[in-house]
């Protein structure tokens, strides 16, 4: 079992819904990262927080608003997304700027 | 930015077989190199990494060594078992400069026969 968690674990949502992905460590770890990824293609880093900051915006899209409520715990709030926003999305945690980053199983969202 | 190829995109082996996945590098102040193993349903887990003041690093069947000059860097897998198949990424990251994103290669599927 991975120790990032991720909930929920599917989620289908039609393209004027609100919802939020979740992501909680209990490593005590001090950035933590969203990624998306497509099929058979590699992750795509989105954000990262450090020490509860966002730290690094790679020009993702505004439907995508993150969220670092305390450093455990990190949110991908979804609004108004596309159908090419369907992919799986992937929480990591690392110790600081030392790597290396632990990734949970993710999030498999799809957008009718 | 920093670029990183791996080859081959897909790798079919013998049971018992080793496996060798290369990657290269475009960035040479990158200093650190993971890999990561990811099977079907899952999220990618670090299998093994290697910073740039080592050569070489092993861990039981998997050992990963490193070409600073040539900018490559490779995996390989000794005694190849059915449940190794999976999808390799290896990433490449300048760590200790406040940058922590990770560029990974574009993966590998690995399969091996039985």
């Known amino acids: 079992d991975t120790e990032v968690t991720q909930t929920p674990k599917h989620l289908v949502m039609g393209m004027t819904n609100k919802k939020s992905l979740k992501c909680e460590q209990h490593?005590?770890?001090?950035?933590m990262y969203w990624y998306k990824q497509k099929a058979k293609k590699p992750p795509e880093l989105m954000f990262v927080y450090s020490y509860e900051k966002l730290s690094i915006n790679e020009s993702v899209p505004s439907r995508f608003s993150p969220e670092c409520p305390n450093s455990s715990l990190l949110n991908l709030h979804l609004h108004a997304l596309q159908p090419e926003d369907s992919a799986l999305y992937l929480c990591?945690?690392?110790?600081?700027?030392?790597?290396?980053?632990?990734f949970g199983d993710g999030t498999r969202l799809s957008i009718l | 930015g920093e670029n990183v190829e791996q080859h081959p995109s897909t790798l079919s082996v013998q049971e018992g077989d080793s496996a060798v996945i290369k990657c290269t590098y475009s960035d040479s102040a990158s200093n650190y190199f993971p890999w990561y193993k990811q099977e079907l349903g899952k999220g990618p887990q670090l299998i093994i990494d290697i910073r740039s003041n080592v050569g070489e690093k092993k861990d039981q069947r998997i050992a990963v060594t490193l070409n600073k000059t040539a900018k490559h860097f490779s995996l390989h897998i000794t005694e190849t078992q059915p449940e190794d198949s999976a999808v390799y990424f290896c990433a490449a990251s300048i760590v200790d400069t406040g940058r922590r994103a990770l560029t990974f290669g574009s993966g590998t599927r690995l399969q091996v026969q039985p």
């Open positions: 990591a945690s690392s110790q600081g700027d030392v790597q290396p980053q632990h």
């Open positions: 490593m005590g770890h001090r950035a």
